[in-house]
Nanobody, 117 residues
Framework: QVQLVESGGGLVQTGGSLRLSCAAS????????MGWYRQTPGKEREFVAR????????WYADSVKGRFTITGDNAKNSVDLQMSDLKPEDTAVYLC??????????WGQGTQVTVSS
């Protein structure tokens, strides 16, 4: 089993910034990548960003490119998401995940981000 814990959500005004953090822990697992999705009531979970450990390649949803930056530490199984120029449409529960070799995806409980207009 792998556990993920997110932190850093909160309330911010339009144009503001927030930094989310996530750490994965467990016994003897090999994380291939870590990233973030977000979810709002009544909508499907939406991909936000991810980082692949093998080559440090990062991927972003078009809606956040240029505003969000994902960084991580493979040795610590941790990842951060720096969010800037936040918009009301970024309001969501942000969920951290990791893809573990031979096991699939594990998810955190999520952290709420609210952007006021």
């Amino acid at each position: 089993q792998v556990q993920l814990v997110e932190s850093g959500g909160g309330l911010v005004q339009t144009g503001g910034s927030l930094r989310l953090s996530c750490a994965a822990s467990g016994r003897s697992f090999s994380s291939l990548l870590m990233g973030w999705y977000r979810q709002t009531p009544g909508k499907e979970r939406e991909f936000v960003a991810r980082i692949h450990w093998r080559d440090s390649v990062t991927w972003y949803a078009d809606s956040v490119k240029g505003r969000f930056t994902i960084t991580g530490d493979n040795a610590k199984n941790s990842v951060d998401l720096q969010m800037s120029d936040l918009k009301p449409e970024d309001t969501a529960v942000y969920l951290c995940y990791t893809l573990v070799a031979g096991q699939g995806n594990y998810w955190g409980q999520g952290t709420q981000v609210t952007v006021s207009s």
